[in-house]
Antibody, heavy 117, light 111 residues
Framework: QVQLQESGPGLVKPSETLSLTCAVSGFSISSGYYWGWIRQPPGKGLEWIGSMYHSGSTYRNPSLRSRVTISVDTSKNQISLKLSSVTAADTAVYFC??????????WGQGTMVTVSS | QSALTQPASVSGSPGQSITISCTGTSSDIGGYKFVSWYQQHPGKAPKVMIYDVSNRPSGVSNRFSGSKSGNTASLTISGLQPEDEADYYCTSYTRSSTLWVFGGGTKLTVL
C-alpha cells in the first residue's frame, strides 16, 4: 500500500523559505511516476505548485516558478519542496501526491503551513 | 481566477442525480483526454473519483461517472447519498507550461 506523509514547520516567517518533505512508503520513487505538490489556502480551492519525475525532470506553476524548488531524494525515498520569499498569501495546506496517467491518484494527508511573524 | 470553470454549488436530494460541469479551452479539456475529478470532504485530502475523462479507479462507486463534450467535462453522481456531500474539483492536463489546471471547486449539498 503506497502512502505519502508530508512534514515540516507549521509556522514560517514572512520573507523566509518554506521547506517541506514528503516521505513515500510502499513504493520506490526511483521506479517511476511523477510526484507533485498541490496547495489549498484556507477556504479556497486547489492550486498545483509543481511536479517532478523520478529522474529529475521538473515542471512548476509559472506563477510560482521563480520561488519553487522541487527535488527527489531516492536514498530516503522522499520528495522535497522549497518555497522562498513567502508571504501571508502562501498560507495553505500543502499536499504531496503521486501522478498516474495525468491524475493525482494517491495523496498525503496534507500539512498546514502558516506564514506569520 | 481558476483556469477551469465550475459552478460554485449544486444540490440534490437523496436518490437523485446531479451533474457538475467543468469548462476549459481547446488547450486543456478540449484537446486531451486527461481530465480527472476529485472529491474532498472537510479537513481531508482529495480523492480521485474519475481519471482520463471517464475511468473510475478501483473502489470508486459506479454511481460516479464522467464524460466530455468539446471543452466541457462533466461529473455525474447518480443515486445521491448523504456521504456524497463534499467539494468536487476537476483538473486537466494542459499544453501550456502549467501542465495541470484545476477548477475552482463545486460544493455539493445533499438536501
Amino acid at each position: 500500500q503506497v502512502q505519502l506523509q508530508e512534514s515540516g514547520p507549521g509556522l514560517v516567517k514572512p520573507s523566509e523559505t518554506l521547506s517541506l518533505t514528503c516521505a513515500v512508503s510502499g513504493f520506490s520513487i526511483s521506479s517511476g511516476y511523477y510526484w507533485g505538490w498541490i496547495r489549498q489556502p484556507p477556504g479556497k480551492g486547489l492550486e498545483w505548485i509543481g511536479s517532478m519525475y523520478h529522474s529529475g525532470s521538473t515542471y512548476r506553476n509559472p506563477s510560482l516558478r521563480s520561488r519553487v524548488t522541487i527535488s527527489v531524494d531516492t536514498s530516503k525515498n522522499q520528495i522535497s519542496l522549497k518555497l522562498s520569499s513567502v508571504t501571508a498569501a502562501d498560507t495553505a495546506v500543502y499536499f504531496c501526491a503521486r501522478v498516474d496517467q495525468w491524475a493525482f491518484d494517491i495523496w498525503g494527508q496534507g500539512t498546514m503551513v502558516t506564514v506569520s511573524s | 481566477q481558476s483556469a477551469l470553470t465550475q459552478p460554485a454549488s449544486v444540490s440534490g436530494s437523496p436518490g437523485q442525480s446531479i451533474t457538475i460541469s467543468c469548462t476549459g479551452t481547446s488547450s486543456d479539456i478540449g484537446g486531451y483526454k486527461f481530465v480527472s475529478w476529485y472529491q474532498q470532504h472537510p479537513g481531508k485530502a482529495p480523492k480521485v473519483m474519475i481519471y482520463d475523462v471517464s475511468n473510475r479507479p478501483s473502489g470508486v462507486s459506479n454511481r460516479f461517472s464522467g464524460s466530455k463534450s468539446g471543452n466541457t467535462a462533466s461529473l455525474t453522481i447518480s443515486g445521491l447519498q448523504p456521504e456524497d456531500e463534499a467539494d468536487y474539483y476537476c483538473t486537466s492536463y494542459t499544453r501550456s507550461s502549467t501542465l495541470w489546471v484545476f477548477g475552482g471547486g463545486t460544493k455539493l449539498t445533499v438536501l
